[in-house]
């Protein structure tokens, strides 16, 4: 009955090598999970970025914390030109 229900369960546990086979998987299905992979990371690294670059920025180099200063707004559109040239 446990072979019906659990049947990964119980390969998993003692698992036979004559029964178990690794899966045949071509070069682009490795690429595509190797990109896959990398692009979720790339996409997080991404956004990162573009939430924590402009105040960093704007502290570092135009010495301004104040969000609600022209100052700071000048200092995002200077990130913004830096983002371009990163494009």
Do not use: R
């Amino acid at each position: 009955m446990d072979k019906v229900i659990f049947p990964y369960f119980s390969l998993l546990t003692n698992p036979d090598p004559k029964e178990v086979k690794k899966p045949k998987l071509s070069f682009w299905q490795i690429g595509n999970m190797s990109f896959g992979f990398l692009g979720i990371q790339f996409g997080f690294a991404l956004f990162s970025m573009w939430i924590y670059i402009p105040p960093a920025v704007t502290s570092h180099l135009c010495h301004i914390v104040d969000t609600t200063t022209l100052a700071f707004s000048n200092g995002d559109k200077l990130v913004s030109g830096m983002f371009g040239c990163y494009a």
